[in-house]
């Protein structure tokens, strides 16, 4: 570039500027294009009354005060004369940066941002508004100091007069045990004493820095937990939020917070009502979530109406259970399944239409662009599942010709049911002596195992883990899992394992008797096992077996082990559904080397 070359600030002042012509009243350029913007009820308003709103761009105030004695007179004069609430945004600096007018009730600000600003530093704007009653700040001026993180909302009082009142006022605070999200005050007038707004801010933002989690890059993310109780039994709901608990922790999500509310029925929108969704919106806030959790199933419609409320990652049971297998899944065929019941699952929430796109097209019925990219995401996930279902297919026949193989040798098979960590794999390991991965999480084994197992007696039988059930298990879930619950339909015998310490054991043997149910398994003889026998007193214990009937073990402690096996053994070989040694064309097998297999000492 040509001329003169600077050396500097100093240097500089001394070349001339061209200075623009001064605005009016002394404003910028960016003020002076929102002289006419009055925001909010402006229909039915006099030229004289929207006159004297614009003026009010022309007023400053001080920026250690909460509003000055002018600038109140100024809105509730105008707020007397037009019998509806004025108000004005402020900048920390004092200036009108937006005049609002509503009606007589409640004042709609315009649109400033994005509602969930930052979770440190407030938004650097005041709300200061008139009330025709000098009735105190409402709910929704306090839901918009929070949700838009305003600096300050004030309601200042109108007199019968015009002449201004009282003052009401709050501010935000940082989390405490209080669970308060913001602090009001009230000054009788707006000519006493008033707070030194600068330093206040100064300090909450300070002390909101504090209080705010450090958040390091790829972090687990924080989640609110929420259930809905629409039956009455507030016990069974507060134990399925405990259990939906263990599944964020599960698929690692650390839980701030869990919320339950007690509805005659769920709302059709929201799921929650609008109070509890907003208080919801505030804890999240207070608490830095970023993640909300639903303990029930939501429709397409819920989901997506939660988020836009929120502006938050909103998840139900179905797709956090779905999260937790993907990041189990280790062998191909967990991977396949898991995958089928994630896009059985997004398939009918490709509903929405992307808003970016238009509907450009020519003639009646044509289709835009919106709907092609929709229609080809759709036809893609359809292609995918039935790719999916093919391969699934294949490999449940690769496990038919295993079964056959086994079917063929005669050996009795044993499977190992029951809740999600009620130790399945625990007690697979007590049995056979193997090293089965062993986690106290929810599905910790996806993929079905199976060993030898020699009873006591020294007969011989397949035993097999699989995969844990649990409550509202997702129906896309269990048909994509089909190939491997097949191997339940070839055992001899069901070993329903039961977390006897779980204060919620019973409605988790109900769950999985209705999932076995539902696989056509109910004539299947099956044998209730009680582990975690050691954490329970011996008369609890006792009432128990009284009762309900079955074996008592401890599989960590390999307590009860005996006792099982001689059950087992009775089952299957002394009423002769199975045979004492495997057999082909009815010539007895030679038995299997005793390396690798479980060798117990007899019952005695």
Known sequence: MGG??????????QYPVKVPPRLPWGG??????????????????KPSELQRLRNTYRRRVSAHEIVSAELARHLTEISRDTHRQVGVLLNRKGEVEQVVVGDAQKLELPDIGRARAGQVRLRGLRLVHTHLKSEPLTRDDLTDLALLRLDLVAAVGVLEDGLPGVLHWAHLVPAN???????????????????DLASTLTALEDELARGAPVRAVGGRERAILVAVCVDGDRSAAEASLRELGELARTAGVEVLDSILQVRRQPDPRYLVGKGKLQELVLRSMQLVADVIVLDRDLSPSQSRHIAEETSLKVLDRTQLILDIFAQRAQSADGKLQVELAQLKYLLPRLSQRDDSLSRLAGGIGGRGPGETKLEIDRRRVR?????????????????QVRRGRRQRR??????????????????????TNSSVLVEDKLFATLDPTSRRLRFPEEREVIITDTVGFIRDLPKDLLAAFRATLEELDEADLLLH???????????????????????????????????????????????????????????????GLDALLLKADRTLFAEGSAHPLGTVHGEPLPRPPRAGLARLPPVA
Not at 4 to 13: D, F, V
Not at 383 to 399: G, K, V, Y
Not at 411 to 425: Q, R
């Open 497 to 559: 394992v039961v977390d006897a310490a779980d204060p919620a054991r019973d409605a988790q043997v109900a769950a999985v008797e209705r999932i076995l149910e539902s696989l056509q398994l109910q004539d299947t003889p099956r044998l209730l096992v009680w582990n975690k026998a050691d954490r329970l007193a011996a008369e609890d214990l006792a009432l128990l077996l009284r009762s309900r009937g079955g074996v008592a073990v401890s599989a960590l402690q390999r307590q």
């Open 410 to 431: 005669e050996l009795p098979v044993i499977s190992i049911v029951g809740y999600t960590n009620a130790g399945k794999s625990t007690l697979l390991n007590a049995l």
């Open 4 to 13: 003169r070359p600077s050396t500097g600030w100093a240097e500089a002042l």
């Open 177 to 195: 045990g209080d669970g308060s999200y913001w602090q009001t005050d009230t000054l009788p007038d707006v000519h006493g004493e008033q707070p």
């Open 28 to 45: 910028c350029q960016r003020r002076q294009t929102r002289l006419n913007d009055i925001a909010g009820n402006t229909l039915g308003l």
């Open 383 to 399: 292609d995918r599942i039935a790719h999916l279902d093919r391969r699934i297919s294949h490999l449940s026949n690769e496990r």
